[in-house]
C-alpha cells in the first residue's frame, strides 16, 4: 500500500500509465498536538536555503566521513566511525516545499537532506530512535556493523536485548515476506532479483535540519533533528536501490558526531561535535 501512495519520481503513474507520477502524499506518525505545532513553526526559508547547500556540497563529494566518541557496550569502548561513498549520487530534500515537478511526497514535519550510498565501511553507534514495526526510542546504545555497503544482523551489539530480538524479528519478517512476493510472481522475476540484492544493504544516509525538532520517541521528528544522521537499512531512494523494507536508524543525539564531506580531496565540516557549523 505504501508503495501504491509513495509513488517514487522514476515510477511511471501506472503499467498503462507512462506519466510521471501525479499523486501527492504526505507522510507522518500519529504524535501530540504540540509535537506537531513546535515542529512545524519553522522559517522553511531558512530551512529551505540550508537543504540547498547541503544537497550541492554532497552532489559535488565522494566521501563522507562520520566519527563520534567512545562509548560503552557491553563491556566493548565502540564509537561511530563510517566512511560513506556517495560519488555520483544526487542528494534529496525534505524541506517542507512540496510545489516542484519531483515533489512526490513529504514528511510531516519536514527538515533533512538525504542521499542513497553507494558503499559504506564502519561502525554505526545508534543512540536515538529507530523505525521498525513502530518507532522506538533507545534506552541504550546499539553498535552496527557495516561492510561493503550491506549490514549483518549477527554483527549489532546491544545490552538491550529485547531490542535486538525485535530486530531480528522485523528483518526475518521481511525475509517471509519477500519469499512470499517471490513465490506469488506479484512483481517480476526481475524486481525480485532487485530486492533480494538489495535486501542487506544500507538505503540512506541523512541529515537533520529542522531547528526545532528533537530526538523523541518519534522517528519522523527524531531524524530532522539538528546534529543527528540518521542511516537506513534497505532500501534507498534511486531505481536500483530498492527492496521490501526500510528501517531508519537516528544517532548524534547523545553522542555528538562530527561529519565531513571529501571535495576534491578536502574534507569540508558539516557537523563539528554535534553543532551543524555548515550555514
Known amino acids: ?30 504524535m501530540p498536538l504540540e509535537t506537531y505545532i513546535r515542529t512545524l513553526d519553522i522559517d522553511y526559508r531558512t530551512v529551505a536555503k ?45 524541506d517542507g516545499k512540496f ?18 550510498p553507494n558503499n559504506v565501511n564502519g561502525i554505526l553507534i ?20 557495516f561492510r561493503d555497503g550491506k549490514f549483518s544482523l549477527s554483527q549489532m551489539l546491544c545490552s538491550d ?43 540512506e544516509l541523512g541529515i537533520g535540519t529542522n531547528p526545532k525538532a528533537r530526538v523523541s520517541q518519534f522517528l519522523v521528528e527524531s531524524e530532522k533533528a539538528f546534529g543527528t544522521i540518521h542511516m537506513a537499512l534497505g532500501s534507498g531512494y534511486e531505481p536500483e536501490a530498492k527492496t521490501v523494507h526500510h528501517e531508519d536508524m537516528v544517532t548524534g543525539w547523545r553522542t555528538p558526531l562530527t561529519v565531513e564531506a571529501l571535495i576534491d580531496r578536502k574534507p569540508v565540516k558539516i557537523l563539528a561535535n554535534g553543532k551543524l557549523v555548515l550555514t
Open 50 to 94: 540550508l537543504d540547498a547547500k547541503l544537497k550541492k556540497l554532497l552532489g559535488e563529494a565522494s566521501m563522507v566521513r562520520v566519527t563520534g566518541r567512545p562509548t560503552d557496550i557491553n563491556d566493548h569502548k565502540l564509537s561511530t566511525d563510517m566512511k560513506i561513498n556517495i560519488e555520483g549520487r544526487s542528494a534529496l530534500t525534505d
Open 161 to 203: 536485548k529485547i531490542l535486538v530480538h525485535k530486530i531480528h524479528q522485523t528483518i526475518e519478517g521481511h525475509i517471509k515476506n519477500l519469499r512470499k512476493i517471490k513465490k506469488m510472481k506479484s512483481v517480476s522475476p526481475k524486481t525480485i532479483r532487485l530486492y533480494e540484492q538489495n535486501f542487506y544493504r544500507v538505503g
Open 99 to 116: 510545489t516542484g515537478e519531483d515533489d512526490t511526497f513529504i514528511n510531516l514535519p519536514g527538515g533533512e537532506v538525504f542521499i542513497t
Open 1 to 30: 500500500t505504501i508503495d501504491m501512495l509513495n509513488q517514487f519520481w522514476w515510477a511511471p503513474q501506472s503499467r498503462t500509465d507512462r506519466r510521471k507520477p501525479i499523486s501527492r502524499t504526505a507522510l507522518t506518525e500519529a
Open 126 to 145: 545508534v543512540d536515538g530512535t529507530i523505525a521498525l514495526d513502530k518507532s522506538y526510542p533507545l534506552k541504550h546504545p546499539l553498535a552496527v556493523k
